[in-house]
């Protein structure tokens, strides 16, 4: 069964930063990985994603703020959120796509950033 392991939330004050792991288990060569995002209320919303070339795209809300990053040696994709803000404030998804671009996705991690 394919697992995604998500780690790296919690509670920041503004202007702080946190990094946000996930590692992908029982899945074969990965494709795209990305994170998203869901604030209460609202849609869930692509964050950032990087593909097997290492191209990468953000959202205009976190961009030069968070960067995302892949090892594909540990099926592992990272989000490195700094600069805070009590808008990013959400629940986070690691989604991965396979080889044959079946997307899974995480249970997500809470990202709480305080004022």
């Known amino acids: 069964q394919v697992q995604l392991v998500e780690s790296g939330g919690g509670l920041v004050q503004a202007g702080g930063s946190l990094r946000l792991s996930c590692v992908a288990s029982g899945i074969s060569t990965i494709n795209a990985m990305g994170w998203y995002r869901q604030a209460p209320g609202k849609q869930r919303e692509l964050v950032a994603t990087?593909?097997?070339?290492?191209?990468?795209n953000y959202a205009d809300s976190v961009k030069g703020r968070f960067t995302i990053s892949r090892d594909n040696t540990k099926n592992t994709v990272y989000l490195q959120m700094n600069s805070l803000k009590p808008e990013d404030t959400a629940v986070y998804y690691c989604?991965?796509?396979?080889?044959?671009?079946?997307?899974?996705w995480g249970q997500g991690t809470q990202v709480t950033v305080s004022s």
């Open positions: 990087i593909t097997s070339d290492g191209s990468t």
């Open positions: 989604k991965v796509n396979s080889l044959f671009l079946v997307s899974y």
